[in-house]
T-cell receptor, first 117, second 109 residues
Framework: GAVVSQHPSRVICKSGTSVKIECRSL??????MFWYRQFPKKSLMLMATSNEGSKATYEQGVEKDKFLINHASLTLSTLTVTSAHPEDSSFYIC?????????????FGDGTRLSIL | GQNIDQPTEMTATEGAIVQINCTYQ??????LFWYQQHAGEAPTFLSYNVLDGLEEKGRFSSFLSRSKGYSYLLLKELQMKDSASYLCAPMDSNYQLIWGAGTKLIIKP
């Protein structure tokens, strides 16, 4: 149980392109989803927290207009990197937490490796 | 501030036992999670401790001492596939996980 699907797994595109990443909880309802980015050998950096049906809460330093998050249903959240540039290249990972309480573990998708040329 | 301290890297032998220690300081505390992360992959959930003591789950066990701000992950009968990073992630008063860089565990034959 607690499977989270994230795709695409890898994106290579030109600078200026917008990229959409989907995160789905397949066998549970995710009241809260999280978006992280991770640089090689570094810790996970929380970008934003999203609750179904409400606006995402962004961490300090994360541009809301650059990283658009939509959590339209209890099983789907999307992250759109708008007008991506080479410095946006990173490993983006989503996680989802069920509605049985905030003590529930976060279950992660497989991540999306984004490379902007 | 919030802080996590784990060894950067550890090496152990296949079949042996290894203990990965973690000390933490958080604003409030709502339990501590351990995750495994293989290189280039996303983390996978291993264990959760909210009360003091040892939680055993197969070859893996996790211990917590809240008064000491200390936890450890114990891996028994090590296998080559256990080579990965192990992330200690306490949860603060806002139910937010605090992430460090983790401990890279290298298993040698």
């Amino acid at each position: 149980g607690a499977v989270v699907s994230q795709h695409p797994s890898r994106v290579i595109c030109k600078s200026g392109t917008s990229v959409k990443i989907e995160c789905r909880s397949l066998d549970f309802q995710a009241t809260t989803m999280f978006w992280y980015r991770q640089f090689p050998k570094k810790s996970l950096m929380l970008m934003a927290t999203s609750n179904e049906g409400s606006k995402a809460t962004y961490e300090q330093g994360v541009e809301k207009d650059k990283f658009l998050i939509n959590h339209a249903s209890l099983t789907l959240s999307t992250l759109t990197v708008t007008s991506a540039h080479p410095e946006d290249s990173s490993f983006y990972i989503c996680s989802a937490r069920g509605g049985q309480g905030d003590h529930q573990p976060q279950h992660f998708g497989d991540g999306t490796r984004l490379s902007i040329l | 501030g919030q802080n996590i301290d784990q060894p950067t890297e550890m090496t152990a032998t296949e079949g042996a036992i290894v203990q990965i220690n973690c000390t933490y300081q958080t604003s409030g505390f709502n339990g501590l999670f351990w995750y495994q992360q293989h290189a280039g992959e996303a983390p996978t959930f291993l264990s959760y401790n909210v009360l003091d003591g040892l939680e055993e789950k197969g070859r893996f066990s996790s211990f917590l001492s809240r008064s000491k701000g200390y936890s450890y992950l114990l891996l028994k009968e090590l296998q080559m596939k256990d080579s990965a990073s192990y992330l200690c992630a306490p949860m603060d008063s806002n139910y937010q996980l605090i992430w460090g860089a983790g401990t890279k565990l290298i298993i040698k034959p």
